[in-house]
């Protein structure tokens, strides 16, 4: 299954990449990525990536609110502070990661 996402720049003094999912259910993956992908966005891509390509069983990640727990079929989202989890794709999360950290990095 293919997630329905869009990125788009908000913001005129501080233009950030803003996710968007069409399914609600992903909304803390788009809280993540704001939070995390500008500070750790390298990091998050190879953490996810490494478990997606098989270099490793599962990893982990850990930013400054937000932790990941990567399987090579789901990774889970935590928020540490609220304690609120979301459950995505290994693969799409990767892909939307890499994607979030090039249109960061084009602002």
Do not use: Q
Not at 8 to 14: A, Q, T
């Amino acid at each position: 299954m293919m997630l329905k996402y869009k990125i788009e720049i908000e913001g005129k003094d501080n233009p950030l990449p803003i996710v968007t999912f069409e399914d609600d259910r992903y909304e803390l993956a788009a809280t993540f990525l704001l939070a995390e992908a500008r500070n750790f966005g390298s990091a998050i891509v190879d953490a996810l990536d490494e478990v997606a390509d098989g270099r490793k069983e599962k990893g982990s990640f850990a930013g400054n609110v937000f932790s990941l727990e990567i399987t090579p079929e789901t990774t889970t989202i935590c928020d540490d502070i609220s304690g609120k989890e979301c459950e995505i794709g290994t693969e799409a999360l990767l892909e939307i990661a890499e994607e979030y950290v090039e249109a960061y990095k084009a602002i």
